[in-house]
């Protein structure tokens, strides 16, 4: 079983302006909310770990993941509202947000919240702002460092400058967790905007040497690349008709994450071991499924059929 750990919220859509209305689509997400969704439409069993609102918002957010057969029992409910994430596409389809969630449920769980786990939790994801507000940043913190001998913990920076805009928090958060994870999963955006213009590949050995099994960073169109113990691999993107990318990180992350229960490759030993043909395999599966969600409106991630073998 998978745990997936972070924030929950919903995505409005700005649309068009008639008559001094402005119109809204209003999606429920959050990037481990759609890495959690992910992974349940891949068939993998997966528990959400977040603050929920008991709010109506909050209400529609759990139902929502149960409707999908991610169980919501880890989640504490809050009097707090509901984060909205308000997205904007441009002609290309690439997203700008605003987020609108201070003293949101998603940012109030604490350590002294935080569940036991039996046997059957093989994994644990987190990212994305949770990583870097308080208290929830700090409880995952805790959680990382007190299960990361028994499972295998993934990390996606997931950089949201608009919720908190210190790059030198999100930088120390980044170094601090590439360190405790076994796989992370950054993109080249994100490297970007952390680290300048540094060399990915500089960068990948660094965390490595930190402590990381696998390291990816992704380009979208583009393409990704991965380093470990046995050194790089890349592999090009599928070609696909945009409509937005929305989602299509999540959903790689999530299909790696499949990809390696399905060839029992969940642990730090694994990942190190996997050789360039292999990583090239699992690099190609999360690519494929991240082109279906590039190729519809939203966060809507493939089921596992689409995928092929």
């Not at 997931?158 to 590439?178: F, M």
Request: charged fraction near 25%.
């Amino acid at each position: 079983m998978f745990l997936v750990c972070g924030e929950a919220l919903f995505d409005v859509f700005i649309g068009s302006e008639t008559d001094n209305a402005l119109h809204l689509d209003a999606r429920p997400g959050g990037s481990p909310f759609n890495v959690a969704i992910g992974l349940a439409r891949l068939g993998q069993p997966v528990a959400f770990l977040s603050g929920l609102a008991k709010d109506m918002l909050g209400d529609r957010l759990a139902r929502v993941l149960a409707r999908e057969g991610v169980d919501t029992r880890p989640c504490p409910r809050f009097d707090a509202p509901t984060t909205l994430g308000m997205i904007e596409l441009d002609a290309a389809g690439v997203p700008r947000y605003a987020f609108y969630g201070n003293g949101a449920a998603d940012r109030l769980l604490s350590a002294a919240q935080l569940p036991e786990f039996g046997p059957e939790l093989q994994a644990i994801h987190l990212g994305s702002y949770a990583t870097v507000v308080e208290p929830v940043a700090s409880a995952l913190e805790t959680l990382v460092r007190r299960e990361r001998d028994r499972r295998l913990i993934a990390y996606d920076p997931n950089v949201r400058l608009n919720v908190e805009p210190s790059i030198d928090r999100w930088r120390e958060r980044a170094d601090t967790l590439a360190g405790l994870a076994h796989l992370v999963k950054i993109s080249d955006e994100d490297v970007r905007l952390l680290y300048g213009e540094t060399d990915e590949a500089a960068l990948a050995r660094r965390w490595l040497a930190a402590g990381a099994r696998l390291v990816v960073v992704t380009r979208g169109a583009d393409g990704a690349s991965a380093w470990n113990a046995n050194g790089r691999t890349d592999v090009p993107a599928p070609r696909v008709t945009t409509v937005d990318t929305v989602g299509a990180g999540d959903t790689f992350q999530s299909s790696m994450l499949t990809y390696l229960a399905e060839a029992g490759r969940l642990s730090p030993d694994a990942l190190s071991a996997m050789d360039a043909d292999e990583l090239a395999r699992l690099l190609a599966f999360a690519a494929r499924a991240a082109a279906i969600t590039c190729s519809r409106r939203g966060a809507d991630m493939p089921r596992r059929g689409e995928l092929g073998a």
